[in-house]
């Protein structure tokens, strides 16, 4: 089976450092990745890790660890665009598989 | 990155009618594309997925029957919601992935059905 949780909302102010966590028990793995998703909109990639350790991108990282079923996505220098809700997701046993979805991270980041 | 262009972007239909969305990979070939169903404030629920050449393969508790899916060439894929009824109105979305490391979504389609 599958069960991805990460916590339903999170706020944070403007210029602030936020880190959202995600844990997974999951039949198959072949990598997790994090979606920002707008209202309304569909989502966008972010990051993707496969292997232990952190993934840096520009203001937003992406830790993993296998061992422990656990993922976090740390957004530096929040800005109010940042204000989304942050979907963790896990690739299942072949490349080319789907994705399990967590039910998302609703961020709010006040002035 | 690469593209997956998803149309209508809105759709109203009156209940009983069918609904076809199309999903097309614009700069790469998917074998294999993905519809997903998005319930306000809910997350991205897998509904099945679309394989060309072949059958499409449903998620337990998806009716192939009243979500008719067609994969016909490695660029497009069709979902067509048959006889819809007000509770279809969802946010329905298609993804393709390019290589193992990113999947690309459509821009969804917000169905209502009055």
């Known amino acids: 089976g599958q069960n991805i949780d990460q916590p339903t909302e999170m706020t944070a102010t403007e210029g602030a450092i936020v880190q959202i966590n995600c844990t997974y028990q999951t039949s198959g793995f072949n990598g997790l990745f994090w979606y920002q998703q707008h209202a309304g909109e569909a989502p966008t990639f972010l990051s993707y890790n496969v292997l232990d350790g952190l993934e840096e991108k520009g203001r937003f990282s992406s830790f993993l660890s296998r061992s422990k079923g656990y993922s976090y996505l740390l957004l530096k220098e929040l800005q109010m665009k940042d204000s989304a809700s942050y979907l963790c997701a896990v690739g299942g046993n072949s490349g080319y598989s789907t994705l399990t979805f967590g039910k998302g991270t609703m961020l709010l980041v006040s002035p | 990155g690469a593209v997956v262009s998803q149309h209508p972007s809105r759709v109203i239909c009156k209940s009983g009618t069918s609904v076809k969305i199309e999903c097309r990979s614009l700069?790469?070939?998917?074998?294999?594309m993905f519809w997903y169903r998005q319930f306000p404030k809910q997350s991205l629920m897998l509904m099945a997925t679309?394989?060309?050449?072949?059958?499409?393969?449903?998620e337990q508790g998806v009716e192939k029957d009243k979500f008719l899916i067609n994969h016909a060439s490695l660029t497009l894929s069709t979902l067509t919601v048959t006889s819809a009824h007000p509770e279809d109105s969802s946010f329905y979305i298609c993804?393709?992935?390019?290589?193992?490391?990113?999947?690309?979504f459509g821009q969804g389609t917000r169905l209502t059905v009055v």
């Open positions: 700069d790469f070939q998917a074998t294999t």
């Open positions: 993804s393709a992935k390019d290589r193992p490391t990113e999947a690309f």
């Open positions: 679309s394989n060309e050449g072949s059958k499409a393969t449903y």
